[in-house]
């Protein structure tokens, strides 16, 4: 399937979606949007697909924001079905079955950040430049950031990144985890998919029950949802995989 604002490869199991709007930065606008959500759409019931790897084309920039163009005349109405698209697009891809990472390549920020906010794991290039500017624009996040950024670093860092919309570099927001690691640019791909080639070795049903329970560890029944899920588990063909190849001393062949 061809998309106007995204490329998409598949490679033994891995799917790598990049955002291809290089003239504005890889700047999100309605058609990035619906180009995520369709390909999320099929990417989560793939059985050729079991991780996913979200970048930006070029070297500059991973999503440099919202496109401001677009949205500047909204309404108050709009722009509240603005936000709900955001959040409807960037929940799919915090709740795919398969881990998803993000490669920040360059900046990341307002949507761009909220972007790889919603993605599972980060790494990012060491000249990834990260932030909140909106309230620059006398707005706030508007896809997520207020809620996500808080549970990854804490409110009192999420507030001074908010308040202040100061960018970060690669190595501060390594520091205060809101990315994994930090790699050269050259680098950042590569990393970014031996890391995406161990998860494929690994349970798909395991895994998508982890994103599901790790999801829900900030709410009321967090506890139970791991409980009912690991009991879930040992009825799935994976559990008799990987039990009958540690007891037969070889390498689980999971589907």
Do not use: W
């Not at 999503?63 to 677009?70: C, L, N, P, S, T």
């Amino acid at each position: 399937m061809n998309y106007e604002s995204i490329k998409l490869t598949i490679d033994r199991k891995i799917a790598v979606v990049t955002i291809n709007r290089p003239e504005s930065l890889n700047a999100l606008n309605a058609q990035v949007f619906n180009d995520l959500e369709n390909v999320f759409d099929i990417l989560n019931s793939d059985k050729n697909v079991n991780c996913v790897i979200v970048t930006g084309s070029g070297e500059k920039s991973f999503v440099a924001g919202a496109d401001i163009k677009e949205f500047s005349a909204f309404s108050a109405e709009k722009a509240k079905e603005l936000s709900k698209r955001g959040h409807l697009v960037f929940n799919k891809i915090e709740n795919c079955s398969k881990p998803v990472i993000a490669a920040i390549n360059g900046f990341a920020l307002g949507g761009g950040l909220e972007l790889a906010m919603a993605c599972h794991i980060r790494y990012a290039s060491e000249n990834a430049k990260l932030g909140l500017p909106e309230v620059t624009l006398g707005l706030i996040p508007g896809y997520g950031g207020t809620q996500r950024l808080p549970k990854l670093v804490g409110k009192g860092l999420a507030n001074e990144m908010i308040f202040s919309a100061k960018m970060i570099s690669a190595e501060k927001a390594k520091s205060i985890g809101l990315v994994n690691e930090v790699f050269s640019l050259d680098e950042l791909l590569s990393k970014t998919e031996e890391l995406a080639q161990q998860i494929v070795k690994n349970s798909p049903q395991g895994i998508a029950k982890a994103i599901k329970v790790v999801n829900a560890s900030d709410k009321e029944n967090g506890m139970e949802s791991e409980i009912d899920s690991f009991g879930e588990l040992f009825a799935e063909g994976d559990f008799k995989e990987g039990v009958a190849a540690f007891l037969e001393k070889r390498k689980p062949a999971f589907n």
